[in-house]
């Protein structure tokens, strides 16, 4: 009787998960379950190792076509109303009833067939205010949060690296951002080039009561010079009586045409504010290259990570999933030997508690493989940028191959990186826009000494009987100006003289740093290239050892406990070959942005 209700609740507790699991995910976290459990005449244990989804040259082997679940191509996250939350204990237990009574009608009655899932959810840390997530198909009647699944029409094919690297470069917000500057610098240089703008200016006053009634308008333009210096003209008329302190106002009838230039002859002869501004924008628009690449090769990187992250998460996904099938297929053998009296029960119920450990485990692992492959949707993107959550069906089978790295290469690869990296490329461009303001400054320590030239010429009818504004007119002058002191010049010099010598010291560090990044990711890649090795030899020991222990346990001169302890141990040596890949490959990325290998795409 205490069987029938162990096994009772058993039966409903894995109920509950499967319908809980269904509605949740529509089916698309079931992936490559068993949906029964073949009987055997005798304990077989030998069929499967923990391992056997690790990349050593055999594919993950998956179970019957009759298990696998359809996967669906959305997920819903809902927010359930206010009404909906605080459930009472009743009416959970009710539903998990109507699913008990739906799984009775699918299942069989015998335990080694319930291999679902075991999910536990804790009573307490739950506040009755806060809101409750459901998870549910849409329905139309709730707001939704909806995440695409499938990145492509064919979400069969495995996922490769450069297939995110790809859509990073395709599509990837903050990497549009980061071009979207190139724009930006380019404005700005427009800009300081509008101070060589042609400018016209005109105007006109008029005093139409008094006793001197006058009416003068004119107009002019001026072109400031790129070698220093301006070139002016205008026009100008003056009718009317005019005071005769104000006689230079009028103008002959036609009025007055007239024209000259400046020309700096010491200060701001070499350069001046307008040419630094322009040096500087110039300097800013080369220096966003370097940023951008600076940027691309992060996010490259980071894209890099995550994806192997997703790899290697549902390479523990499936030797989780190895280890759970092989304790649920000994269980029929496990069964009949109990009934035959061959076995102690006792060895039964430690293998259904190891199912449901195995199970717990699974969950775990699950939910570590979700999380990673909805971090990797950050990089993956549709054309038009929408994050794409990658599918189980698109994990690759394997690792890639690893390759060890030659030592001998790090002379030349340290060269190609100090030579690719963006941030000395970024330093060089910073310290000739220091040199722009070093020559501004030197220029402001030069005397000020201008010569200006100016012809004049009044056309039409004499304005007065003297004549006098009708002959051609020229008149030159010289204008010196000269601070004592300087204390503004010799202050700028200082400051920006010991900017240069700090920009010095930092272009050194910045060469040691790539120095040592260099030699770092070539000691990590050598590293994790022997774990690898033996990680794998590891794996090998393991493996006899677990193959030894189920052939005595099969022949009565073992134990359950045993069993187990040797399963456990290849499937951690099948975790530390994952995770010496994934350390692998992840050093792989710190090598190639290290070296700078990442090149920004080009732009239409």
Not at 100 to 128: P, R, Y
Not at 418 to 426: D, F, G, K, Q, T
Request: proline share 4%; glycine share 6%; hydrophobic share 40%.
């Amino acid at each position: 009787m205490a069987n029938s209700k162990a096994t009772l609740k058993f039966r409903t507790t894995h109920a509950v998960v499967i319908g809980l699991l269904v509605i949740a995910n529509g089916c698309s976290l079931l992936p490559d379950w068993p949906g029964a459990v073949r009987s055997r005449s005798k304990v077989d244990c030998g069929t499967r190792t923990a391992s056997s989804a690790i990349d050593e040259g055999a594919p993950h082997e998956t179970a019957s076509e009759e298990s696998k679940s359809t996967s669906q191509n959305r997920l819903v996250i809902q927010t359930a109303p206010p009404a909906r939350r605080g459930r009472s204990e009743t009416g959970t237990l009710q539903h998990s009833s109507e699913i008990d009574s739906k799984a009775k009608q699918n299942h069989t009655a015998d335990d080694s067939t319930l291999i679902s899932l075991a999910l536990a959810q804790t009573e307490t840390g739950q506040s009755d205010d806060a809101p409750e997530l459901l998870l549910t198909p849409t329905t139309g009647e709730e707001p939704t949060v909806e995440v695409i699944l499938a990145p492509n029409s064919d979400p069969t094919t495995p996922l490769q690296l450069q297939d995110v690297i790809a859509s990073v470069h395709a599509s990837y917000p903050l990497l549009e951002a980061a071009l979207l500057s190139r724009s930006v610098a380019a404005g700005e240089l427009l800009a300081t080039r509008g101070e060589f703008d042609l400018k016209l200016k005109g105007g006109g006053t008029s005093g139409p009561f008094g006793f001197y009634r006058t009416n003068r308008f004119g107009a002019g333009a001026s072109q400031p010079l790129f070698s220093g210096g301006e070139i002016f003209g205008g026009y100008k008329m003056g009718r009317g009586n005019f005071q005769p302190w104000f006689g230079e106002r009028e103008t002959n009838d036609g009025g007055e045409v007239r024209g000259g230039f400046a020309i700096p002859w010491r200060q701001n002869r070499q350069i001046d504010a307008r040419r630094a501004a322009i040096s500087r924008a110039t300097y800013g628009r080369n220096a966003v290259e370097p940023e951008i690449q600076t940027q691309n090769i992060a996010f490259v990187w980071e894209a890099s990570y995550a994806y192997w992250q997703w790899v290697a998460a549902g390479r523990n996904y499936r030797i989780a999933q190895s280890l759970l099938e092989i304790a649920q297929q000994r269980n029929q053998g496990l069964k009949k030997r109990v009934d035959e009296g061959d076995l102690a029960p006792i060895e039964l119920t430690d293998n259904k508690r190891l199912i449901v450990s195995r199970q717990a485990t699974l969950i775990d692992a699950e939910r570590k493989f979700q999380q990673s492959a909805i971090k990797l949707s950050l990089f993956l993107r549709t054309v038009e940028g929408r994050p794409v959550v990658p599918s189980e069906a698109q994990l690759p089978e394997t690792f890639p191959e690893v390759i060890r790295i030659d030592s001998e290469q790090m002379a030349s690869d340290i060269e190609r990186a100090i030579s690719n990296r963006p941030e000395l490329v970024s330093l060089d461009l910073l310290r000739l826009q220091l040199g722009v303001d070093l020559a501004q400054a030197r220029n402001l320590y030069l005397p000020a000494v201008d010569t200006v030239l100016v012809a004049s010429k009044d056309i039409g009818e004499a304005a007065s009987s003297t004549r006098d504004k009708t002959p051609f007119e020229l008149e030159a002058s010289l204008q010196i100006s000269v601070p004592l002191q300087r204390r503004k010049a010799r202050g700028k010099i200082q400051a920006i003289e010991g900017k240069l010598q700090q920009l010095s010291a930092k272009i050194g560090f910045t060469r040691d740093k790539i120095t040592t990044d260099v030699q770092q990711v070539y000691a990590a890649r050598l590293a994790t290239y022997n774990r690898i090795v033996k990680a794998r030899e590891s794996l090998e020991l393991a493996r006899t050892m677990e193959q030894a222990e189920r052939r005595k346990f099969d022949l009565g001169n073992s134990n359950l406990l045993l069993v187990n302890l040797r399963e456990q141990a290849t499937a951690d040596a099948a975790k530390n070959v994952v995770n010496a890949l994934l350390d692998y490959f992840q050093a792989k990325a710190d090598y190639r942005a290290a070296i700078a290998l990442e090149h920004v795409p080009e732009t239409g």
